[in-house]
């Protein structure tokens, strides 16, 4: 069985003792050229992109992530236009993309026409919060078949057995989600994230990367011997909402993770 891209990416991040950023835009915001020219931008601080796909019942995210996806619904963009934007990408960049999406719009583009399509357009991994761990079975097999990482989600609220059964299922990074509830900026992080983490680490040898609620240097300053990268999302859309610069505050974490 080969190697994912991602898991190939976190062999080599490993070896050189490097911590991943995973950058998260919503695809299609504020519009599609803006979209591919924040990646180009954004892929000198991220080790992948993750493009949202919008949806209008989004049951993870806060404020803004909904806000930048009904900015992207009302112009009209959905799967095709998205794996459209990938392939525009392509040419461009190697960078590992991620597409994450809630369940009810892959299931209706149809399971294998998604991995099909996501394969041949250049995607290297795929996220659905809302897919329990027991019906993920037909989804891991096409992703195995098609050799997309499948990127589960834990949160702190998943006892440890469950947890280890998640994990197992991943063929990319294991993402855990830094509070309960959703994505949104916060001041700081839960006291339970680091003996999540810890507890996290004796249960799986899998990259295990911190997501929902990350926006600061401090957050990954206190995290980063714990876990194996960072997700960053909300804060970044908010950034784009503004007009404000995306690479002035990467720059910013990407010196936070690495040290400086």
């Known amino acids: 069985m080969d190697m994912t891209k991602i898991e190939q990416l976190f062999e080599k991040l490993k070896k050189e003792k490097r911590k991943a950023l995973v950058v998260f835009l919503t695809a299609g915001y504020p519009d599609i050229k803006t979209t591919e020219k924040n990646i180009l931008e954004i892929e000198k601080y991220a080790d992948i992109i993750e ?44 960078i590992p993309i991620a597409l994450m999406g809630y369940l009810n719009p892959i299931y209706n583009f149809g399971l294998e ?11 290297d991994g795929v996220i659905i919060p809302d897919l329990p761990c027991e019906e993920n079975m037909e989804i891991t097999k096409l992703a195995k078949k098609y050799n997309i990482a499948f990127i589960p989600l834990v949160s702190l609220t998943t006892e440890k057995n469950r947890a280890k059964k998640i994990a197992k299922s991943s ?8 509070v309960t509830g959703i994505t949104g900026e916060r001041k700081d992080v839960s ?3 680091i003996p999540y983490l810890i507890m ?3 249960e799986t ?16 300053k206190k995290l980063k011997n714990y876990c194996d990268g960072f997700i960053v999302g909300s804060a970044v859309i908010e950034l784009i909402r503004q007009k404000k610069s995306v690479e002035n505050f990467l720059k910013g974490l990407r010196c936070a993770i690495n040290n400086f």
Request: hydrophobic share 40%.
């Open 200 to 202: 996290m680490r004796k």
């Open 171 to 178: 063929t990319g990074f294991v993402y855990v989600t830094a």
């Open 51 to 94: 493009l949202g796909i919008p949806f209008s019942d989004p049951i993870a995210d806060g404020a803004t992530i909904q806000y930048s996806s009904q900015k992207a619904l009302k112009k009209n963009i959905n799967l095709k236009k998205i794996f459209s934007i990938v392939k525009n990408i392509r040419k461009k960049t190697n």
């Open 113 to 123: 026409n998604f991995f099909r399509k996501a394969e041949k357009t250049g995607v």
């Open 205 to 220: 040898k899998k990259p295990l990367l911190v997501g929902f609620g990350i926006s600061k240097p401090e957050h990954i």
């Open 191 to 193: 006291d339970e994230l």
